[in-house]
């Protein structure tokens, strides 16, 4: 099966590239999959219900979130009722919401997804690494294909969540920080990584920002209003190929073939 994880979509750019472009990739790439990081879609910050629904609606499977996924208000009812939609599972019992779903994939192949959230440099919430294992756990022997988002801010933790699942699921991949790293392979024991997918929208600002702004406010340190930037729009995902067929994981589950980084751009 083919698995399009696409990163970071950010504010009208991004979720106009997705609607532009998504379907004929799909198409093209005989995509099975479609999951992508929607957290920044509404103006750069959060997303809304009907945000949410619109992405859902271009062909997206899963969303999922990150330490941006409550910045609007409205999203805290809409949460529970869209189960396609996470966030960090590692947040505290009782915060709305799931952090992973289960699903079955147009060619049947029964799927899961899991988001956790980093904890170096972002927020002081429970371990992404044990509510890993305790995820893991709780899924059905039936379920051939799990990819994790994991939101976090640096290299290390990402890279150590990586090496640390490593035979368990089918696909890490990192998300949060909007540059796109050129670290993708496929580890010993069958988990496809890169430490960052990158960003879907415009890159001719400051990781998705009006770049005047950002420049301003590193030179002056007061507060300022961060608009969305424009210019230069990019898709930017991984394609993750996995071995449904041949030789499984130590955990049974299917292997990862081949991971490859792809970019669109807006003609």
């Keep these: 099966m083919r698995i399009l994880f696409i990163g970071d979509i950010v504010g009208s750019p991004g979720r106009q590239i997705v609607s532009d472009r998504l379907a004929d990739v799909v198409s093209q790439r005989q995509i099975g999959l479609v999951i992508a990081n929607g957290e920044n879609a509404a103006s750069g910050f959060g997303i809304t219900p009907r945000l949410a629904d619109e992405l859902l609606g271009m062909g997206i499977d899963v969303l999922t979130g990150g330490n941006h996924s409550w910045d609007r208000k409205e999203i805290l009812e809409y949460m529970p009722h869209q189960p396609r939609l996470l966030r960090p599972g590692n947040f505290p019992e009782g915060t709305p919401g799931f952090g992973s779903f289960?699903?079955?994939?147009?060619?049947?192949?029964?799927?899961?997804?899991?988001?956790?959230?980093?904890?170096?440099?972002?927020?002081?919430?429970?371990d992404p690494f044990r509510k890993a294992d305790a995820e893991l756990a709780k899924l059905p022997a039936d379920?051939?294909?799990?990819?994790?988002?994991?939101?976090?801010?640096?290299?290390?933790?990402?890279?150590?969540?990586?090496?640390?699942?490593?035979?368990?699921?089918?696909?890490?991949?990192?998300?949060?920080?909007h540059v796109t790293t050129a670290d993708e392979h496929v580890l010993p024991q069958g988990t496809a990584y890169i430490t960052d997918v990158g960003?879907?929208?415009?890159?001719?600002?400051?990781?998705?920002?009006?770049?005047?702004?950002?420049?301003?406010?590193?030179?002056?340190?007061?507060?300022?209003?961060?608009?969305?930037?424009?210019?230069?729009?990019?898709?930017?995902?991984?394609?993750?190929?996995?071995d449904d067929g041949g030789e499984r994981n130590a955990a049974g589950r299917h292997r990862a073939r081949s991971i490859e980084r792809l970019r669109f751009r807006i003609d």
């Design 199 to 242: 960003m879907t929208g415009p890159h001719g600002g400051v990781i998705g920002m009006d770049r005047e702004a950002i420049i301003k406010r590193f030179l002056d340190g007061l507060p300022a209003r961060f608009e969305v930037a424009s210019g230069d729009v990019q898709m930017n995902c991984v394609l993750i190929e996995t």
């Design 143 to 177: 379920v051939d294909v799990i990819l994790v988002d994991l939101h976090a801010e640096t290299t290390s933790e990402k890279v150590a969540m990586g090496w640390y699942l490593d035979g368990r699921v089918t696909a890490v991949v990192g998300t949060h920080t």
């Design 102 to 126: 289960i699903g079955t994939a147009k060619n049947g192949v029964k799927y899961a997804v899991l988001n956790l959230q980093g904890r170096v440099f972002l927020a002081p919430i429970d």
